[in-house]
T-cell receptor, first 116, second 114 residues
Framework: ETGVTQSPTHLIKTRGQQVTLRCSSQ?????VSWYQQALGQGPQFIFQ???????GRGNFPPRFSGLQFPNYSSELNVNALELDDSALYLC???????????????FGPGTRLLVL | AQKVTQAQTEISVVEKEDVTLDCVYE???????LFWYKQPPSGELVFLIR??????QNEISGRYSWNFQKSTSSFNFTITASQVVDSAVYFC???????????FGDGTTLTVKP
């Protein structure tokens, strides 16, 4: 086990709704990254948070947003859900950033989101 | 732009066979990290190895070994004497230290038959 937890494990929503996914980082890790993994594909980077600020973003629209809290837990929010948002959402925690970044990311078990 | 290519979509072997999973990457960065992850059906990505761009030494860990060839931008993964429990999807990933993101390949599904 990596010590990274995510909730919920599964979620079903309808198109147009909003969803919030949660991630608890491994103890001592101050950096969290979120990935979207569609069926049969590799994870795609959504964004990264370091010390409560966004620290990098992939090619995802603004309706994908995030928060990181002082205890380094994190949320991924998706507004106006589309059918293509159906995927496994993974969060990964690591420690440090910039020159002192610890590059090994430890992944949680993911949240499977189905949009109908 | 970064890219990771895992040309083998699926591989099927019989237990005890050796198997090599290929990974080719593209990046303009001089400093980067390469990873291999295992993803069992449960979905969690299990970290296997990290290699930085300045360290081309091959590594062996039990039945696993990795061959990093910077000249050909490849980071191949070999499982010796495969076992049924090795069946999973394996991902190669390239980590960009500046952007703080990992770029993954599309994975290789390995099936080890008894």
């Amino acid at each position: 086990e990596t010590g990274v937890t995510q909730s919920p494990t599964h979620l079903i929503k309808t198109r147009g709704q909003q969803v919030t996914l949660r991630c608890s980082s491994q103890s001592g890790h101050n950096t969290v990254s979120w990935y979207q993994q569609a069926l049969g594909q590799g994870p795609q980077f959504i964004f990264q948070y370091y010390r409560e600020e966004e620290n990098g973003r992939g090619n995802f629209p603004p309706r994908f947003s995030g928060l990181q809290f002082p205890n380094y837990s994190s949320e991924l929010n998706v507004n106006a859900l589309e059918l293509d948002d159906s995927a496994l959402y993974l969060c990964a925690s690591s420690s440090g950033t910039g020159g002192s970044r610890k590059e090994t990311q430890y992944f949680g078990p993911g949240t499977r989101l189905l949009v109908l | 732009a970064q890219k990771v290519t895992q040309a083998q979509t699926e591989i099927s072997v019989v237990e005890k066979e050796d198997v090599t999973l290929d990974c080719v990457y593209e990046t303009r960065d001089t400093t980067y990290y390469l990873f291999w992850y295992k993803q069992p059906p449960s979905g969690e990505l299990v970290f296997l190895i990290r290699r930085n761009s300045f360290d081309e030494q091959n590594e062996i860990s039990g039945r696993y070994s990795w061959n990093f060839q910077k000249s050909t931008s490849s980071f191949n993964f070999t499982i010796t004497a495969s076992q049924v429990v090795d069946s999973a999807v394996y991902f190669c990933a390239l980590y960009n230290t500046n952007a703080g993101k990992s770029t993954f390949g599309d994975g290789t599904t390995l099936t080890v038959k008894p």
